[in-house]
């Protein structure tokens, strides 16, 4: 029992020593490169939390619009909200993930997005090429 006590205070001591040492090593890259590219750089997980949680709900939003529009109930595509959560999108993409939990988490949401971009990207071509109407303008 000793033993095991031993060699798990070992890897305690170990395991703080590695995070003492991420921290001097973020500080020092924030003291280099300044802090608005050290986000980009080195993704903490409150920052990824966050454009998690702020990407999310966009999507179903964007999408929500897009159904609208295909149906007629908007004149315009929401390409502005889009562009924003391409950004958004983008910054998730560039940022190191510190667990594989959240590294899976992102990849996830990344396949959702790109599943709801390709379908929106279609059925603009489609309309424009004219293979689909509006729900509004067709005349019962």
């Not at 990849?107 to 971009?117: C, D, G, I, K």
Request: charged share 40%.
């Amino acid at each position: 029992m000793d033993k095991d006590n031993e060699t798990f205070r070992e890897k305690r001591l170990r395991e703080e020593d590695e995070e003492e040492k991420n921290k001097k090593d973020e500080e020092d890259l924030l003291k280099r490169v300044g802090p608005k590219k050290v986000g980009m750089i080195t993704g903490s997980t409150e920052k990824v939390n966050e454009l998690i949680h702020n990407i999310e709900p966009l999507i179903e939003q964007i999408n929500n619009l897009y159904n609208m529009f295909f149906s007629g109930a908007e004149k315009l595509p929401p390409t502005e909200k889009r562009n924003l959560l391409e950004s958004y999108v983008n910054q998730l993409r560039l940022m190191s993930k510190p667990t594989s939990a959240i590294q899976f988490r992102c990849n996830t949401l990344e396949a959702y997005y790109l599943t709801h971009r390709d379908r929106w990207d279609k059925l603009m071509r489609d309309m424009e090429a004219g293979k689909i109407r509006k729900l509004a303008n067709i005349k019962k």
